[in-house]
């Protein structure tokens, strides 16, 4: 099977004032599809920049990137946006959701992008929360729920258009031992019974450890690791 | 419910104060800044006071844009206030300047103004002869039966033509008009198509030099002189009386009669000497009370309408104040939270908060009422009187009046800085820490 | 439309912040409804569609002198004329003297040549058979609670009956109205008939104020206005003859330059809210670059984000200036109810409402650029990292 996402030569370079850093160096990786992999490292080590550039949030200063068979690093800013909004889930630390729209209101942001009608948003948002067992909580605000509840939502949003990548940035980095489990789980499940493809940067072990594969990187290069054992669901 | 009247009493609090601010003299405002800053200075809870207030100063360069709403927004509000009622100040006092206790003016019952009056010839010779008024050395009345009419000049300003007011003389009139002086040329000659032009009639209207032509009643008349009456008169062309009414066929009769009266005091006993003549009907009063009414309706209109502006763009400013203080407090909420911690008292903290808004009210109000005062002191300006014609006045930016729009600013600032400086004190201090 | 959800959430995101700039946007657009009514009265006081065809002609001297009968039968006989009336000032006012009216007294044709004054057939031919007959405009008489059929007594300020009285009584036989409503200021006259004040007046009868002549294309009136004219050239009663519109702008300069003095406090006014609600604005976006910076992961794009911050100033604008334009238009009506058709305050209609629009979207734009500029162009990556 070719893989959903392909990386040769990958590099990024920063530049701050006079300074260049470069943060990425020659990377090369391949993600197969309905694969979970789990990305660590110590801070600095380029591993949010990495996530950033497989999900279409900035462009390599060299190499290539191709997901689902399309080079995105030829993309400009508008067209990225575009291909976003179709192909790309999110899910980060924090601000995840906007504070004063209901639960509903969150997840339904994707499909304003797109021709349904407010019928059909909202029906699709109901299944989404109802696949992350909120659906009994889709009109609260995110005031009104816990750190996890909110990372479910977020997580909810994250697929109502149906993306083929789920991407997430430290996503249990804020919440306590339980919230974090229950989160974990159900981008578990997302990916076993649904099939979803997602890469999640974490610095936790344990976290990790939900995923099928976990790679490390230290000063922007790939350094193999091992892959984690299977978790008991 | 606690909340409510909280609010409640504060909302007491600012209405009593702006109350004793709108009542007191100005120095009393100094007194009680000497006061603050003794209090700043001297006591320990003003000195808290004073360094809280400092932080926030300090901040204030952060927070420019902010700053800047509350004092461009006073600042508004004191300057078309001041502006407005410049103009409704400098209208009255040259009709208030205008006339004086001891010269009585004639009219014909019922009218109210000169130009719907009308007396003949017989009238205006038993109105001058009565006892109450007074005689020249050789012993002829001081008194100018007058008649007004309107002619039309083109405005410097615009362009159109514009009424102006010509008054007719009667021979008493330069015994009766002794404020009166030559600026240049010379007195018109009784009999013949001369007038003289009043200071700022010259100024308002074209073809008033000394040399040029205006035509009355289809003849050219020339101008001879120009006067300054430092009152209303001002904006008229005199000529002689019996020439002028030849020119607009009136023949002898006239509009009004002014008359000097032997004493003030004799004002009612002129009008009862002239009720019992059975051969007319006419109403006297001194010339101060009717140049003050004809002020009336158009100095009150001004007012009405400057002090609706200013109340309506106050409340837009209050609320702008009320948006950058409330702001202001919210993002000082850590430092608040930490001082009190550290043992400031919730009351240096309002304090604080009010010098805040009120030095920015303070300056706003400065700022307007300079501009105020720099373009529109002694503006002319000219508008239709009671005699359909131009009357000239300039604004007049008083002290009086630049004070008031001082209090105007000092008030906002002190009800915008209230509430929030309220808020910022009754904040629970754990709250507050958990912002770190 | 489906954004609007989104806009207005946002927008109340900080109640009381987005209650309190309203509010400073409602004054503002309050003043504006009442400025701009003052205005518009002065400034289309002229602009009268049935006015286009007609002349003023007055003494050349000026207003306040009068013209000879005599002159009615030579500008009818002037080519291009098609009608002619004349009309006298009057003055007088009504129980109290602080109530002056405007009163004329004129001859039987007069209404044929203001249209726009409608009156039923029964009222005119009221108005021609009764001698002490009087015709009042429908704002006036509104202010005094006259109906038809009432007897009216008017002081006279300037011309007493011949036996000395200075009452007047007239006989209401008819209430005209004007349709149009940015005319209403002529519903406030009082005509009588120039026959009976002819009679009756001690002095000033037998002649006419000014002239108003038809003329039958608006293009006529200079050739026309300069023919009548010639007819009195040298004569003791030269004349000016000039249009309607002409005539009213020239009498309505006289009294201040309305235009200036609005359009002055509407600017100081129009400066400070833009620097307030651009201080809002500005303040609500720096808050929430994180959030925007969120909508453009999910896939919004940089224009669409530029569009959703100009939304939301439009939005804030557009709600406190609806508000304040509805306020100031109650104001107005209850202003002219109690004060009478003479205050110079047009009803805020549909005119106003255009050009207040149009502010508001140009002030929401402008207010919201450089706040949206700035969400537009925020990278994502920095914005999520706290930079």
């Not at chain 3, 349709?179 to 026959?195: H, I, M, S, T, Y």
Request: glycine share 10%.
């Amino acid at each position: 099977m070719s893989p959903l996402v392909e990386i040769r030569n990958l590099s990024k370079v920063y530049t701050r004032g006079r300074q260049k850093i470069e943060v990425l160096h020659h990377v090369d990786l391949d993600i197969a599809p309905g694969d979970f992999l789990a990305l660590m490292g110590p801070s600095g080590s380029g591993k949010t920049t990495l996530l950033n550039l497989i999900g279409g949030l900035d462009s390599p200063t060299e190499g290539t990137l191709s997901v689902g068979g399309k080079r995105i690093d030829r993309l400009g800013q508008s067209e990225l946006a575009r291909w976003r909004a179709s192909n790309v889930g999110f899910v980060f630390q924090f601000y995840n959701l906007l504070p004063m729209l209901s639960a509903t209101k969150n997840v339904e942001l994707p499909l304003l992008l797109t021709k349904l009608s407010a019928a059909q948003r909202r029906s699709h948002a109901g299944v989404a929360l109802e696949l992350v067992g909120l659906a009994d909580r889709a009109a609260h605000k995110p005031g009104e729920l816990s750190g996890g509840q909110q990372q479910r939502v977020a997580i909810a949003r994250a697929i109502v258009s149906d993306p083929t990548l789920l991407v997430c940035d430290e996503p249990t980095g804020d919440l306590d031992r339980q919230s974090a489990v229950e989160v974990l789980t159900l981008l578990q499940r997302l990916n076993r019974e649904h099939g979803k493809t997602i890469v999640m940067v974490t610095h936790d072990p344990k976290a990790a450890e939900y995923a099928s594969h976990t790679l490390h990187l230290d000063k922007g290069t790939l350094v193999e690791g091992t892959v984690a054992a299977e978790v008991a669901s | 419910m606690k909340r409510f009247g909280w609010s409640l009493v504060t909302l007491l609090v600012a209405a009593l104060a702006v109350a004793l601010l709108a009542v007191l003299p100005w120095w009393s405002a100094a007194i009680v800044a000497a006061l603050l800053v003794a209090w700043l200075l001297a006591t320990r809870a003003g000195r808290q006071a004073l360094s809280v207030t400092q932080v926030g100063i300090s901040t204030m360069p952060q927070r420019l844009g902010a700053a800047s709403v509350v004092v461009v927004g006073i600042a508004g509000v004191v300057g078309v206030l001041v502006a407005l009622l410049a103009m409704a100040q400098g209208f009255q006092a040259t009709l208030q300047e205008t006339g004086n206790d001891d010269t009585a003016i004639v009219l014909r019952s019922g009218s109210q103004t000169e130009i719907n009056s009308a007396m003949d010839h017989d009238t205006t010779v038993a109105i001058s002869n009565e006892p109450q008024v007074m005689r020249d050395p050789q012993g002829r009345p001081i008194a100018s039966p007058e008649l007004v009419v309107v002619a039309s000049l083109p405005k410097k300003s615009s362009g159109l033509d514009a009424n102006v007011e010509v008054r007719g003389l009667g021979q008493g009139a330069w015994a009766l008009r002794t404020n009166v002086r030559l600026l240049a040329g010379r007195r018109f000659t009784p009999g013949l198509r001369e007038l003289i032009v009043g200071k700022r009639a010259m100024s308002e209207f074209e073809h008033t030099e000394l040399g040029s032509k205006i035509d009355l009643g289809g003849q050219p008349w020339t101008v001879v002189g120009e006067f300054d009456s430092a009152d209303e008169h001002d904006s008229e062309l005199w000529g002689d009386g019996d020439a002028i009414a030849s020119a607009y066929r009136r023949g002898e009769g006239r509009n009004s009669v002014t008359v000097r009266l032997k004493d003030p005091h004799l004002l009612d006993a002129f009008k009862a000497a002239l009720a019992s003549d059975p051969r007319f009907k006419v109403d006297a009063t001194t010339t101060r009370d009717y140049y003050d009414r004809q002020s009336e309706l158009l100095t009150r209109t001004i007012r009405i309408l400057g002090t609706t502006v200013a109340v309506i763009m106050a409340i837009g400013a209050l609320f702008g104040a009320l948006n950058t203080m409330y702001a202001a407090v919210a993002t000082r909420t850590r430092e608040i939270a930490t001082l009190r911690a550290m043992g400031f008292r919730g009351g240096p903290v309002v304090v604080s908060v009010l010098i805040e808004t009120l030095l920015l009210a303070l300056a706003g109000g400065i700022i307007g009422a300079a501009i105020a005062w720099a373009i529109f002191d002694h503006y002319t300006a000219s508008t239709l009187g009671a005699n359909f014609s131009q009357v000239v006045f300039e604004f007049r930016v008083s002290p009086t009046l630049l004070v008031n729009g001082l209090k105007w600013a000092l008030a906002i600032g002190l009800v915008g800085g209230l509430f929030p400086a309220l808020r910022a004190a009754r904040m629970p201090v754990t709250d507050g820490l958990r912002e770190l | 439309m489906k954004y609007l959800h989104l806009v207005w959430s946002t927008l109340f995101r900080r109640k009381t912040r987005t209650i309190f700039t309203i509010v400073s946007v409602i004054a503002a657009f309050l003043l504006f409804g009442l400025l701009d009514s003052v205005r518009g009265a002065f400034a289309n006081a002229g602009h009268n569609v049935a006015g286009a065809n007609r002349l003023i002609t007055m003494s050349k001297q000026s207003l306040v002198v009068s013209l000879p009968t005599s002159l009615l039968m030579r500008i009818q006989a002037v080519p291009g004329v098609k009608a002619v009336t004349y009309a006298n000032w009057f003055g007088g006012y009504y129980q109290d003297p602080k109530n002056q009216l405007v009163t004329e007294t004129v001859p039987n044709n007069y209404f044929d040549l203001f249209p726009e004054f409608r009156l039923s057939a029964a009222e005119l031919r009221a108005f021609h058979s009764t001698r002490t007959g009087a015709i009042a405009g429908a704002s006036l008489a509104e202010r005094f609670h006259w109906k038809v059929g009432d007897k009216i007594p008017i002081q006279a300020t300037i011309f007493p009956q011949k036996g000395g009285s200075n009452t007047w009584t007239l006989d209401l036989v008819g209430i005209y109205h004007v349709a149009d409503p940015n005319l209403k200021g002529e519903e406030g006259v009082l005509f009588f008939n120039w026959d009976y004040f002819d009679q009756a007046a001690q002095f000033g009868g037998g002649t006419a104020g000014w002239y108003i002549d038809r003329v039958a294309q608006p293009k006529d009136a200079d050739r026309v206005a300069h023919a009548i004219d010639a007819l009195s050239a040298n004569s003791d009663h030269e004349t000016k003859t000039q249009s309607e519109d002409a005539f009213t702008a020239a009498f309505v300069s006289q009294f201040a330059d309305i235009g200036l003095i609005v359009g002055s406090i509407m600017g100081a006014v129009f400066f400070t809210l833009i620097l307030l609600t651009g201080n809002t604005m500005a303040q609500a976006v720096r808050e929430r670059i994180p959030e925007l910076a969120i909508l453009k992961t999910i896939g919004f794009s940089n224009r669409s984000v530029l569009s959703l911050v100009l939304a939301e100033s439009v939005l804030l604008l557009a709600i406190g200036g609806a508000v304040g334009l509805a306020i100031s238009g109650i104001a107005v009506s209850a202003i002219r109810a109690k004060l009478g058709p003479q205050i110079p305050m047009l009803p805020v209609g549909g005119a106003a409402w255009l050009r207040a629009v149009a502010l508001m979207i140009a002030i929401g734009l402008v207010v919201g650029a450089l706040p949206a500029r700035r969400g537009m162009q925020l990278r994502i990556v920095d914005a999520l990292s706290g930079r």
